[in-house]
């Protein structure tokens, strides 16, 4: 069975709306940045990695990797009513997946961005 990935940020001024009224949770294989909306909908998700990581081929890489790792733990722990986006940083690509996986669930928490939890900015 394959799992749905998340619903996705794609325009730039989701994004940048995010980034101005969101609160930001800095990790050693990520920056994660999160807003609460009204609505009771789905997390929705955007990645992005800058040229400062490296060249195509490597911003791809690391962004796939934050993509898989986003889904699974959405996957085990859904949320709703949030707008994240995840950035890629220059350990993201080397850092051990688990690792990676774990500086997600912690950002998550420093944002205050639980299941049921009211605190994210917004």
Do not use: C, W, Y
């Amino acid at each position: 069975m394959v799992a749905t990935p998340p619903a996705r940020l794609k325009r730039r001024a989701e994004f940048l709306r995010v980034a101005a009224k969101g609160r930001k949770a800095p990790a050693p294989g990520l920056v994660l940045q999160a807003l609460r909306r009204d609505d009771g909908g789905a997390a929705r998700v955007g990645f992005t990695v800058t040229k400062k990581v490296g060249n195509a081929v490597i911003r791809n890489r690391t962004r796939r990797r934050l993509k898989e790792a986003v889904r699974q733990h959405l996957r085990a722990h859904p949320l709703e009513g949030l707008d994240l986006v995840v950035i890629g940083r220059e350990g993201t690509r080397t850092r051990r997946f688990d690792a990676l996986m774990d500086d997600f669930a912690k950002a998550l928490a420093r944002v205050g961005a639980q299941p049921g939890s009211r605190t994210v900015a917004g």
